[in-house]
């Protein structure tokens, strides 16, 4: 389902993709994700999105983050709100998908195909303009997982489903045992 000569980009929803491999049971390369996809084709860009909380002097995420910056990726982050809800549960809100919606978008002149890394639904419009305007659109995610992490329209609209299963030998390792002064 890909050309050699094509122009492409990912497009990686970052918390969506984490989910989607956790509940795989792996974890994934990113370098090994990029090198895979510069072999299927003319890999132009590889985005990364993800919130990051406000006021965390220490993220879970940042040491990604800052590796994926400097090894390829654009990153495009911003600050996740925390709020209670009024049960008085802690919650936080940080999507990403107005972001990546507008990249895509801006960019698609410039590309054949576009790899997105999401199940979420919210994004079958943006395949639907993309594919007005020419472009291929592969989703991937997983129907493997309890509950499926992708939408059933979000996978009929794309051109090319990948199930992020079949990929697992190809970008992934095994989930790293957590350390003892991991839950402190």
């Keep these: ?18 989910a989607a491999a956790k509940s795989l049971e792996f974890d994934i390369d990113y370098k090994l ?3 895979e996809f510069m072999r299927r084709g003319k890999l132009l860009r590889a985005f990364y999105y993800t ?29 996740a ?15 990403m998908d107005i972001e990546l919606a507008v990249d895509a978008m801006e960019l ?16 079958r419009p943006l395949i639907e303009s993309l594919q ?14 309890n509950p499926p992490m992708i939408s059933d329209e979000l996978r009929r609209q794309a051109d090319n489903f990948i199930e992020l299963e079949d990929l697992k030998d190809v970008i992934g390792r095994p989930p790293r045992e957590p350390r003892e002064y991991d839950s402190i």
């Design 1 to 18: 389902m890909f050309y050699k000569d094509e122009r492409l980009a990912l497009f990686i929803d970052g918390s969506n993709l984490y």
């Design 33 to 35: 994700l990029r090198q």
């Design 51 to 79: 919130a990051l909380l406000e006021h965390d002097d220490y993220s879970p995420i940042r040491p990604l983050v800052d590796w994926l910056n400097y090894n390829g990726y654009s990153m495009v982050t911003k600050q």
């Design 81 to 95: 709100k925390e709020y209670t809800d009024n049960q008085g549960r802690r919650k936080v809100k940080g999507s």
């Design 108 to 123: 698609a002149p410039k590309l054949d195909h576009i790899v997105l890394f999401s199940g979420d639904g919210d994004f």
């Design 132 to 145: 007005r305007q020419g472009l291929r659109v592969s989703v991937v995610s997983t129907i493997r997982s």
